[in-house]
């Protein structure tokens, strides 16, 4: 399985960014996607995750503004609204298999948000 994460960018607190992760290769071994972050100096922390039966698990920290959602198959969103300064990290798409594990990350993208 191949990630390709896509959509960070500059922003200003308070305004909104959407992320998207593409998947390709053995998509239908997939049992849940999500999203990771990691700042400057902190160690790399879950964001929000959905599983192939849309079971949804958010950070605390980002409940009731940031939601993902599974587009398709093959395509995983992050619409992250309400940002703060504290969001800014570079957020990685993640893939799971559970039968047998494997875990699958995709590069990078950075969010910035200036207060």
């Known amino acids: 399985v191949q990630l390709q994460a896509s959509g960070g960018g500059l922003v200003q607190a308070g305004e909104s960014l959407r992320l998207s992760c593409a998947a390709s290769?053995?998509?239908?071994?997939?049992?849940?996607m999500g999203w990771y972050r990691q700042a400057p100096g902190k160690q790399r922390e879950l964001v929000a995750t959905m599983t192939d039966r849309g079971t949804t698990t958010y950070a605390d920290s980002v409940k009731g503004r940031f939601t993902i959602s599974r587009d398709n198959a093959a395509t995983m969103s992050l619409q992250m609204s309400s940002l703060k300064a504290a969001d800014t990290a570079v957020y990685y798409c993640?893939?799971?298999?559970?039968?047998?594990?494997?875990?699958?990350w995709g590069q990078g993208t950075q969010v910035t948000v200036s207060s």
């Open positions: 993640n893939a799971e298999r559970w039968g047998p594990f494997a875990e699958y």
């Open positions: 290769g053995s998509i239908g071994s997939i049992n849940a």
